[in-house]
T-cell receptor, first 115, second 121 residues
């Protein structure tokens, strides 16, 4: 089955700097890669996703890149702000009938933005 | 995006009793719902997957008689923790995939509820 590895487990950056979180996956059939932000005591919130037919996607300060050959994808946050502090999870899944294919999550990265 | 409402957000129950957690998709039809358990500072552990109108598929090691999942409609799924024990204390989160009425997202996207903090005393 699919295995997703996420690094680093913790990341501390100065406000205004960029943060990069990396994930690798094992199943070459995976074709959907979302990123979630989880604040303390809350459920994960989808912040950006990418599908295997695209190499890069950007949404304001957040971008995701995908390298299918190497089986890795990364989250890039630019101009970081204190409210970006949270735990971030990457995930991977295959497409499937009625979206029944489950997401496999990485271990999470605790991002701290220092003022 | 889409809204998934999970209730209650916190619950404390006595050992031996049962607790029901509800998960509702407010503005889309949830054809598939997932239930997760999360321990402190850890990732999400998938417990089971349910498709509307079908029996849930449980992950290995998850007791289906203890964690009862019902997905009787396209907008509601419930998780019932039966005969709860202190070791069942955890953060439970539901997630839903499906179709919006306006078709503005694909069925690969999964939206999460706010989570339920269960404490068994």
């Amino acid at each position: 089955g699919e295995n997703v590895e996420q690094h680093p487990s913790t990341l501390s950056v100065q406000e205004g700097d960029s943060a990069v979180i990396k994930c690798t996956y094992s199943d070459s059939a995976s074709n959907y890669f979302p990123w979630y932000k989880q604040e303390l005591g809350k459920g994960p919130q989808l912040i950006i996703d990418i599908r295997s037919n695209v190499g890069e996607k950007k949404d304001q300060r957040i971008a995701v890149t995908l390298n299918k050959t190497a089986k890795h994808f990364s989250l890039h946050i630019t101009e970081t702000q204190p409210e970006d502090s949270a735990v971030y999870f990457c995930a991977a899944s295959r497409g499937g009938v009625q979206g029944a294919q489950k997401l496999v999550f990485g271990q999470g990265t605790r991002l701290t933005i220092n003022p | 995006g889409a809204v998934v409402s999970q209730h209650p957000s916190r619950v404390i129950c006595k050992s031996g009793t049962s607790v029901k957690i509800e998960c509702r998709s407010l503005d889309f039809q949830a054809t598939t719902m997932f239930w997760y358990r999360q321990f402190p500072k850890q990732s999400l552990m998938l417990m089971a997957t349910s498709n509307e109108g079908s029996k849930a598929t449980y992950e290995q090691g998850v007791e289906k008689d203890k964690f009862l999942i019902n997905h009787a409609s396209l907008t509601l799924s419930t998780l019932t923790v039966t005969s709860a024990h202190p070791e069942d204390s955890s953060f439970y989160i539901c997630s839903a995939r499906g179709f919006s009425y306006g078709g503005n997202f694909m069925n690969t996207e999964a939206f999460f509820g706010q989570g339920t903090r269960l404490t068994v005393v």
